[in-house]
T-cell receptor
């Protein structure tokens, strides 16, 4: 089965700085890579995703890059703000009839003033 | 309607009780999921229903029994649970397939379960 590793487990940045979270996956059949943000006591919310037919995707301050050869993908957040503080999970799956997402272990991002 | 609704939000039960968690979505999604999340851990997949049929059961103990009465509803029946089953239970839904937008999971707010 798929195995997703995520680093770092905690990340503290100053407001305005950039944050980068990295994930690696093991199953070369995986073709869908979402990122979820989970605030304390809340549901995971999709913030960006990428499919294996593209190498990069950007949405305002958030971008994701994918290197299929190396089997790794990364989340980049620029101009971080205090409201970006949360736990971020990467995930990977081979899409089919139903998506069996395998999540990374999570990164706790703290944006300090 | 772009939400997944879960009830109850909180549930406290004894080890001999029988209770159910409920999940509802009206987005026309044909895949529905149960995840279990312990504190400071990622969600762990329990069950997947695709087109109302159980397609994935991640070796979950039989004290958890899923049910999908129709394409909008998903239940999780609980019986004889253990204190270690205390967790946040998340329901999610998605549209199966390989087109863009497929397999994007929308999560409910969760049911926080405490087993005494």
């Amino acid at each position: 089965g798929e195995n997703v590793e995520q680093h770092p487990s905690t990340l503290s940045v100053q407001e305005g700085d950039s944050a980068v979270i990295k994930c690696t996956y093991s199953d070369s059949a995986s073709n869908y890579f979402p990122w979820y943000k989970q605030e304390l006591g809340k549901r995971p919310q999709l913030i960006i995703d990428i499919r294996s037919n593209v190498g990069e995707k950007k949405d305002q301050r958030i971008a994701v890059t994918l290197n299929k050869t190396a089997k790794h993908f990364s989340l980049h957040i620029t101009e971080t703000q205090p409201e970006d503080s949360a736990v971020y999970f990467c995930a990977a799956t081979d899409t089919g009839t139903a998506s069996k997402l395998t999540f990374g272990t999570g990164t706790r991002l703290q944006v300090t003033l | 309607d772009t939400e997944v609704t879960q009830t109850p939000k909180h549930l406290v039960m004894g080890m001999t009780n029988k209770k159910s968690l409920k999940c509802e979505q009206h987005m026309g999604h044909r895949a529905m999921y149960w995840y279990k999340q312990k504190a400071k851990k990622p969600p762990e997949l329990m069950f997947v229903y695709s087109y109302e049929k159980l397609s994935i059961n991640e070796s979950v103990p039989s004290r958890f029994s899923p049910e999908c009465p129709n394409s909008s509803l998903l239940n999780l029946h609980l019986h004889a649970l253990q204190p270690e089953d205390s967790a946040l239970y998340l329901c999610a839904s998605s549209q199966p397939g390989r087109s863009s937008g497929a397999n994007v999971l929308t999560f409910g707010a969760g049911s926080r379960l405490t087993v005494l």
